[in-house]
């Protein structure tokens, strides 16, 4: 039987230790200007519905939690 949790767990892992890898890559090879943080900012000026869209999609992820 698969387990999907247990995937789910694994993939998210595994798609957060290669973006940290990717982002110490690309500090070390073209700069802090590089990093995805530092993409990310400049492109959030630009397109203001990315920072718009990332709120909707944490609020979509834990709006139905308990308390």
Same mark, same amino acid.
């Given at each position: 039987?698969?387990?999907?949790? &247990?995937?789910? =767990?694994?993939?998210?892992?595994?798609?957060? #230790?290669?973006?940290? +890898?990717?982002?110490?890559?690309? &500090?070390?090879?073209?700069?802090? /200007?590089?990093?995805?943080?530092? =993409?990310?900012?400049?492109? +959030?000026?630009?397109?203001?519905?990315?920072?718009?869209?990332? *709120? #909707? $999609?944490? *609020?979509? $992820?834990?709006? /139905?939690?308990? &308390?």
């Amino acid at each position: 039987m698969i387990h999907w949790k &247990n995937i789910t =767990v694994a993939v998210c892992i595994a798609a957060t #230790v290669a973006l940290i +890898a990717y982002d110490v890559l690309a &500090n070390a090879q073209g700069g802090v /200007s590089a990093t995805i943080s530092r =993409v990310l900012r400049a492109a +959030a000026m630009e397109y203001p519905i990315i920072p718009f869209a990332v *709120g #909707v $999609l944490v *609020g979509h $992820l834990f709006w /139905s939690q308990s &308390n």
